[in-house]
Every structure is written in C-alpha cells, then in structure tokens.
C-alpha cells in the first residue's frame, strides 16, 4: 500500500492539523448550538464514519481479544468526557486558547507514564513543566486595560480535557501491544463515547431536542469528520513511530489554530498574551517529549 511509504511524522503533522481545523469547526457551531448536543452530534458521526469504512478495514478477530476491554474503558472517557470539556473550553476561551492549553497533553502523559509505567522523572521534564506553568499563570493574570472575557476558572476546561485524554492514551498504548490496528482503536473508541453522550443526552432533566434544521449542528458534523481522521492519523502515527518523535508534531496544534484564525477565518481576536502564550507551551511540551 502507498501509505506504508509514509514516514509517521506526516501522518503527525496531518493530526495536528485537523485537530486544529475540527476545533475551529466546534468554535463556529458552539455559538448557536447546545453544547452537549453538538458534542454528541460530532463523536456520532466520528463514529459512523468509523463503521462505514468497516467493510473494508475492519479485522472481526480484534473482537474476540481480551484487548477490546481496554480500548472500552478508554472510550468511556475519550472522546465523550474530554469532548465536552474541550467544547466547553472552546466556548468560553477561542480556539486558540483553548487548543493551547489542551497542547499540555504529554505533560499529563508523562506523569501517567511514571506512575503507572514506572518511567523516570528528568530534568527536561520538569524543566517544560515549568514552561506550562509559566505560561497558565500568564493568561490567568487580569489586565486592566483589557476587560477579560472569560472567567479564570475556564483554564481547567481544556487542561481537565487534556489529562483525560492522557490517561486514555495511556489505555490504547497498552492495548496496541495486542491489538496494533489504529483504525480499530478509533472505531471502539468513538462506538463506545458515541453511545455514552447519547444516553447521557437522552437522561439530562432538561432534555434539548437535536434542530436539525439549525445549521450550526453541521459544523459540528464537519468536525465529526475531521476529528475521526485526526484519531486515525495520530494512532498510525503512534504505531509506527516514537513517541519522543509523534508528540511534539501534535503539540502544534496551536500553531495551526492560531493560523487558521488569522488567515481562514479571521474572527477571532488574538491578543499578545495569547501569542505569547502558544510560544511558551508549544516549545515547552516539544522540549519534553524529544527529551524523553
């Protein structure tokens, strides 16, 4: 196959991306839809596009190993907790912001893997920490001149939706080690989140009627589609390559973000503190995963 040629940092640098462009599509939508109606709507339909390509990529034996248990319990916490925090980040931080702090990802990873895979803390490690830190501290600090937007408390949404992603790769690592098909990861991955956020959307007292006719549910939709390819992409990616090399690559998600706000969309309004910001996280979680 053409695709066993290419190198995993592509396939990387292409899950950055559409990491980046699927949020951009959740920031458009999220602003006339109910949050957790559009989180649904885009973990569904990752999920049907998943079993649409089964006839062609799905390999039946996967199920009848004890492996499937694992990719289970790590679809009940990704993508259908970590979307709804990443949405709601989104809502109420941009995009930007938003991915930015969602890019600690490997720090939560780290720590997971030396509590859980006995790895060793390093000076690197702590050192991006560091950088992390600096960086949160900086956007939580008010400036006067610049009435803030949004509540402090909104920095948890996307850091919260991070460690829950971290501690789910930390199950599909383990899993792969019997299982090494990126594509059925995904698919148990979002069959089970898909079924989790509707029947936590069918139980809500309040229950929201999915409006099909509000268009702003179709970008949701289109995230649905980029999101289901970026899981792909970054599973691949996994597989076939090191960690030290796939994790700073998807660290730049923020970067894409950043730049399809400034030249694709042009509506969200950047400010040097958030620059800054993507600047200090980015290079400090690359610095981490080379170094490991």
């Not at 396939?11 to 950055?16: I, M, N, P, Q, V």
């Not at 509590?115 to 991006?128: Q, S």
């Amino acid at each position: 196959m053409v695709f066993e040629n290419i190198p995993p940092y592509v396939f990387a640098l292409t899950s950055a991306f559409l990491f980046a462009f699927g949020g951009q599509m959740q920031f458009i939508g999220v602003s006339t839809v109910d949050l957790r109606s559009g989180t649904m709507v885009s973990i569904t339909t990752a999920a049907v596009i998943y079993w649409s390509l089964s006839p062609f990529l799905l390999d039946g034996a996967h199920w009848t190993q004890p492996a499937v248990l694992i990719f289970v319990l790590a679809g009940l916490f990704r993508p259908s907790v970590s979307a709804n925090l990443s949405v709601a980040g989104i809502r109420h931080l941009g995009p930007t912001l938003a991915s930015t702090l969602s890019a600690t990802n490997p720090i939560f990873g780290t720590t997971l893997g030396v509590l859980v895979l006995g790895e060793t803390m390093t000076w690197p490690i702590a050192i991006g920490t560091g950088g992390v830190i600096l960086a949160i501290i900086l956007l939580s600090k008010k400036d006067t001149r610049v009435p803030a937007t949004w509540p402090l408390w909104a920095l948890s949404l996307p850091i919260g939706a991070a460690a829950v992603r971290s501690f789910a790769h930390v199950l599909s690592k383990i899993g792969m080690e019997d299982i090494p098909d990126p594509y059925f990861v995904g698919l148990v991955g979002f069959s089970v989140s898909a079924i989790v956020t509707i029947l936590n959307q069918s139980m809500r007292k309040k229950s929201v009627a999915v409006q099909w006719r509000n268009k702003g549910l179709f970008w949701f939709v289109a995230a649905g589609f980029s999101f289901s390819a970026a899981v792909i992409c970054l599973n691949t990616a996994l597989l076939r390559g090191e960690l030290v090399t796939v994790v700073p690559i998807i660290a730049a998600a923020p970067i894409f973000s950043m730049l399809l706000s400034i030249i694709v969309f042009r509506r969200e309004k950047l400010t040097a503190r958030i620059v800054i910001a993507v600047f200090m996280v980015v290079p400090s979680v690359a610095y981490i995963a080379i170094n490991r």
